[in-house]
């Protein structure tokens, strides 16, 4: 009585141990060598004198997540900062600054804060979804006229967090 099955059918069996050797290596190639990618990997595999398929490898490599791109980190570059002064008398030197955060609803806003040096004084703080240049100006110029001082002539210094200093 025939079934109408293929033998081949009837006897495969599967090979559950297979990719463990490539598993092993490719472990310790990725943490001897954390810099390199799957090409490189590759090439190393190879001068060791074993002649796996390259798909294989690859299939292996994706299964254990190997080629998920790694972002380092994001430094900010070296500026030579200058150290910080307080200042010598009122209104010579105002820091600034930008933050930023979120509200309850996932909107992002962000704030300029306006500090006296010398005396450690919050001069302004200007909260909004977005701040323009024209604002940011327009703020400079009202605490300048209520300080009694024309900020782009008597001003010595404006420090900026995370930019170059303003000096004069």
Not at 90 to 95: A, E, G, R, Y
Not at 103 to 121: K, P
Not at 153 to 168: F, I, Q
Request: aromatic content about 10%.
């Amino acid at each position: 009585m025939a079934v109408g099955l293929s033998r081949s059918t009837v006897r495969y069996r599967r090979r559950s141990d297979r990719d463990e050797e490539v598993i092993a290596l490719l472990a310790e190639l990725a943490e001897r060598f954390p810099d390199r990618e799957f090409d490189k990997l590759f090439q190393l595999i190879r001068r060791r004198g074993l002649i796996w398929n390259h798909k294989r490898v690859w299939r292996v490599y994706c299964l254990m997540q190997l080629n998920r791109r790694r972002r380092g980190k994001r430094r900010i570059p070296n500026r030579h900062p200058l150290p910080l002064i307080a200042g010598e008398q009122i209104n010579t030197s105002w820091s600034i600054a930008f933050m930023s955060d979120a509200l309850w609803d996932g909107r992002r806003f962000r704030t300029f804060n306006v500090i006296d040096d010398f005396t450690c004084e919050a001069l302004a703080v200007e909260i909004d979804l977005n701040l323009p240049v024209a604002r940011v100006i327009r703020t400079l110029e009202r605490i300048a006229a209520w300080r009694g001082v024309a900020w782009r002539g008597y001003l010595t210094r404006l420090r900026l967090d995370n930019a170059l200093n303003l000096s004069r």
